[in-house]
């Protein structure tokens, strides 16, 4: 398994508190690069702007993936462009919504 | 652009001392209108204990709560910090000192109420001015920084137009207009402040507890022009004394909070999430208490029983919209500022709880189910002057004011 899907495995087990569903399946988490010493950047966004519960996600996505044996520095980069819609969110996020 | 680290986590000592504080007075506040509350029902809602049963309600529990939320919801609403915690603290500490005692004096000694109040406005000027500072910083107002700046105006209003009454009390000067003034402070206090506030943050905590998106927000700003309009008219019609003016600014009034109503529906319509939690539910239905409540107080203006009425609506008004809409966010907030404090530096290390599994939710639907019942015996209590029944509704009330204070603090065993 690559090292990107890998990252993407292991941010399954970061869930938002309030719906309770991983930030993958939320549809959170952009875009992930590695670059060739293992350094990783995470590009991502959350539900809203105003979202509460921001530092504690985002900081939970640095602390899942900086905890993992293969990474080395890890950068989360939010981003509100391009904003965060429904679309965005995997069929087992929208089931989770009881969708 | 919007900036990348907007640190919204506020020491949640903050938010939580003003929560305690809130909901000691609350239980206080109960007791003391089980103790003296019979009084009432012959129609003498003007006497000490009820005073001051009315303020530990009203200010102890209910704007300490506002205050609390606010210290925590501001930063996360307006995308800005909190301008000074320690000045917070100060505050909390003049604010808590100056409603205790007032509250106090109006039980034991009402003439000697102006020093403890001007303590109480002394801690809610500091509030305001911190609020002030905090919205100052704020990169784009919204139709929200509307709602939450005019609740805080009419805030001072209310307290203005209460340091007044005392004066008026104790000097005798302008107690010919110890009407206008009283009818100002009670329009000012419960519509301009809780039902702004509770306006503004609802067009920030539907959409989030509900995760609605796509929904338009054109609608907030006839919300906001009629609903401020109406408590201009209503106000400018007391000190006029003019009938024409004051049913235009009910209707004004019952028209903003008719398309608040309506407008919160579209935003739920167009929810992800299926099943909503069962205090956010009770939310809603405070928003529908609301509006009816609205909708009575301007049909009684037709009739010839509206000032005899007036006392129970205001009741059902203060319990049915703005206690139950500040119960059911509690259960929401609370258990968010704990997780925050316990968890936020697990999430991502270790398995963590949801907010959800933070309280007791099974209790919420038969207590807040009650709760409603209670209210609704009391009322009918007051309007038929039927002593058993008000002092039946009052007991269960107290009981379930104890149960939810408890049922909120729980949470800190999480």
């Known amino acids: 398994m690559k090292l990107k899907e890998k990252i993407l495995n292991e941010l399954k087990t970061v869930y938002d508190p309030e719906l309770n569903i991983n930030v993958v399946d939320l549809g959170l988490i952009y875009h992930i690069e590695v670059s060739a010493d293992a350094d990783v950047r995470i590009t991502m966004t959350l539900t809203t702007p105003g979202c509460p519960l921001h530092d504690s996600i985002t900081s939970g996505v640095r602390y899942c993936v900086e905890g993992m044996e293969e990474t080395q520095k890890v950068e989360v980069n939010l981003v509100w462009e391009p904003a965060w819609s429904p679309e965005k969110m995997t069929p087992e996020g929208l089931k989770a919504l009881g969708r | ?414």
């Open chain 2, 1 to 414: 652009m919007l900036p990348q680290n907007m640190g919204s986590e506020t020491n949640i000592k903050l938010p939580f001392s003003f929560v305690f504080f809130s909901l000691i007075a609350l239980v206080l506040s109960q007791i003391l209108l089980l103790l003296k509350g019979n009084l009432m029902v012959d129609g003498s809602f003007r006497i000490p204990a009820i005073w001051s049963s009315a303020h530990l309600l009203v200010l102890g529990w209910a704007l300490m709560a506002a205050m609390g939320a606010m210290y925590q919801l501001v930063p996360v609403a307006f995308l800005t910090n909190i301008w000074n915690e320690k000045f917070g603290f100060v505050q909390f500490l003049i604010t808590a000192a100056g409603i205790a005692t007032f509250s106090g004096m109006l039980y034991w000694s009402p003439q000697r109420a102006l020093i403890p109040g001007i303590l109480t406005l002394l801690g809610i000027l500091m509030f305001l001015f911190q609020m002030f500072m905090t919205l100052k910083r704020q990169a784009k107002p919204t139709i929200l920084t509307a709602f939450v700046g005019s609740a805080l105006v009419c805030l001072f209003i209310t307290i203005f137009m209460g340091i007044t009454l005392i004066y008026c009390l104790k000097t005798g000067i302008g107690i010919e207009y110890y009407q206008v003034i009283f009818k100002t402070h009670l329009l000012f206090g419960l519509t301009g402040w809780f039902t702004l506030l509770i306006f503004g943050f609802s067009y920030k905590m539907v959409p989030m507890f509900s995760l609605s998106h796509g929904f338009p927000m054109v609608h907030a700003r006839y919300v906001y022009g009629m609903y401020v309009s109406g408590l201009i008219i209503t106000m400018i019609s007391f000190s006029t004394n003019n009938h024409v003016l004051l049913k235009m600014g009910f209707f004004l009034l019952l028209a903003g909070f008719s398309v608040f109503s309506w407008h919160i529906k579209i935003v739920i319509k167009k929810r992800l999430k299926k099943k909503l939690d069962k205090p956010f539910t009770f939310a809603l239905v405070a928003i529908g208490f609301g509006n009816a409540i609205h909708f009575a107080a301007f049909i009684l203006l037709w009739t010839s029983s509206s000032s005899t009425l007036a006392a129970p609506l205001i009741y059902s008004y203060i319990l049915l919209w703005i206690v139950l809409s500040i119960v059911s966010y509690l259960y929401k907030i609370v258990p968010f500022l704990w997780w925050t404090y316990k968890y936020s530096k697990k999430i991502g290390k270790s398995k963590v709880p949801s907010l959800k599994e933070m309280m007791n939710e099974r209790i919420v639907v038969p207590v807040f189910s009650l709760f409603i019942a209670a209210v609704l015996i009391v009322f009918c209590g007051l309007i038929f002057k039927i002593a058993i029944l008000f002092n039946t509704g009052q007991f269960i009330l107290s009981i379930l004011f104890i149960i939810i204070a408890l049922s909120i603090l729980s949470v800190l065993k999480k």
